[in-house]
């Protein structure tokens, strides 16, 4: 079974750091290419950063781009998401999500449960 | 940037009910679109992808139709699980996804 957690949410102060984890398993983790989503409370949903398989590319959304940093570790099933100068509009909870390639067309197949961050003073 | 809008932002349906809810890209998207169920308080489901393929597990009630910058979501006969909020998401500029604003499904 595929399961993706999450941790490393809580509540920051504005310009702050805060870095997340997300612990994969039931796959091969090292073949997929994974995602950050974001939703803020009562709000849709916002991709926010992905990373190829072996970290040979890596995307950010215009919003946090110089702000976080998306890295993986293959050896330990892991995907992580540096945040930092964190502002109040970063407050949302974060999905860890898998990234699904078939015949040419992408989607995400298995999210995590998330984790809430909360930027607030 | 691809943006992507949804009609309507919510519904009133009955269990039974024949329900289609649709999606527009602003530019042409061909077949890179995603539909997606989210339940309160839990993480979205894929429901199809390339536009009109059903993701393993899911209903048959449940099917996608549209190509270029229009389509549509289409529930048969709405059950009292379907009752969610549900979004498209263009990948055609993949993995630069954009997600709809969805729409809320609720009980008449």
């Known amino acids: 079974e595929v399961q993706l957690v999450e941790s490393g949410g809580g509540l920051v102060k504005p310009g702050g750091s805060l870095r997340l984890s997300c612990a994969a398993s039931g796959f091969t983790f090292s073949s997929y290419s994974m995602n950050w989503v974001r939703q803020a409370p009562g709000k849709g949903l916002e991709w926010v950063s992905s990373i190829s398989s072996s970290s040979s590319y890596i995307y950010y959304a215009d919003s946090v781009k110089g702000r976080f940093t998306i890295s993986r570790d293959n050896a330990k099933n892991s995907l992580y998401l540096q945040m930092n100068s964190l502002r109040a509009e970063d407050t949302a909870v974060y999905y860890c999500?898998?990234?699904?390639?078939?015949?040419?067309?992408?989607?995400?197949?298995?999210w995590g449960q998330g984790t809430l961050v909360t930027v607030s003073s | 940037d691809i943006q992507m809008t949804q009609s309507p932002s919510s519904l009133s349906a009955s269990v039974g009910d024949r329900v289609t809810i649709t999606c527009r890209a602003s530019q042409s998207i061909s077949s890179y679109l995603n539909w997606y169920q989210q339940k309160p308080g839990k993480a979205p489901k894929l429901l199809i992808y390339?536009?009109?393929s059903l993701q393993s597990g899911v209903p048959s009630r449940f099917s996608g139709s549209g190509s270029g910058t229009d389509f549509t979501l289409t529930i048969s006969s709405l059950q009292p699980e379907d009752f969610a909020t549900y979004y498209c998401q263009q990948s055609y500029s993949t993995p630069e996804f954009t997600f709809g604003p969805g729409t809320k499904v609720d009980i008449k």
């Open positions: 390339a536009a009109s």
């Open positions: 999500a898998r990234d699904k390639y078939h015949s040419g067309y992408d989607s995400v197949d298995y």
